[in-house]
């Protein structure tokens, strides 16, 4: 168990629809950073926040986006889904400011996301 | 354009015989490189991390090495056991900062018993 969290673990959705995935970090990790991971494909870095403020930009669509809380649990918001969306994302964390290279990240288990 | 290429895709090996896995990468220069296990349906969990003046790294069952020069990886895996069974992704960071990390597709062992 890394002690990142994110709900839900799977979600079922139709086309043109928005849903919201939640991660709550490690106790004491200030970043969060969101990836997609599509059937058969590698890791693909979406966004990353730090203690609530946006640090860097990875292949993020524009129908997408994510906000870090001052609880500093985070949430990506998916819009306009098409069937290409359907995919693992993945939440990690860390302690550090550093992008996401520097610092070791811990994983969720990630939420499933199929869309139909 | 960096790129990180794993190989094989997938692996069988029978339980307790060793395995390396291949990382070849052309991201330079680069700061770190990292062995990654992922199980099926699961986050990856970070084996192994060198940088790029570290030749080898072990983390139990596991020893990754990297040779700077040729830009290659190599993580070998001992002993095999059962719960071996998994993905393992090669990411290297370049020397650029922020949200570069280029990720391999992975290689998907299965171990047999």
């Known amino acids: 168990d890394s002690g990142v969290t994110q709900t839900p673990k799977h979600l079922i959705t139709a086309t043109g629809q928005r849903v919201t995935l939640r991660c709550s970090p490690r106790s004491g990790d200030l970043s969060v950073y969101w990836y997609q991971q599509s059937l058969d494909q590698g890791l693909q870095f979406l966004i990353q926040y730090y203690n609530g403020e946006e640090r860097a930009k990875g292949n993020i669509l524009e129908r997408f986006s994510a906000q870090q809380f001052p609880d500093l649990h985070s949430e990506l918001n998916l819009s306009s889904l098409e069937l290409g969306d359907s995919a693992l994302y993945f939440c990690?964390?860390?302690?550090?400011?550093?992008?996401?290279?520097?610092?070791?990240?811990?994983f969720g288990p990630g939420t499933r996301l199929t869309v139909l | 354009k960096n790129q990180v290429e794993q190989s094989p895709q997938s692996l069988i090996i029978l339980e307790g015989k060793n395995c390396t896995l291949q990382?070849?990468?052309?991201?330079?220069?680069?700061?770190?490189l990292r062995w990654y296990k992922q199980d099926t349906g699961r986050g990856p969990v970070s084996l192994t991390i060198m940088t790029f003046s570290e030749n080898t790294k072990s983390n139990g069952r596991y020893t990754a090495t990297l040779d700077a020069d040729t830009k290659q990886s190599s993580l070998h895996i001992t002993a095999s056991q059962l719960s071996d069974s998994a993905s393992y992704i090669c990411v290297v960071t370049p020397n650029t900062g922020f949200q570069k990390l280029v990720f391999g597709t992975g290689t998907r062992l299965l171990v047999s018993p």
């Open positions: 990690a964390s860390s302690v550090e400011e550093q992008g996401p290279g520097y610092n070791e990240q811990f």
């Open positions: 990382c070849n990468y052309t991201v330079s220069p680069f700061s770190n």
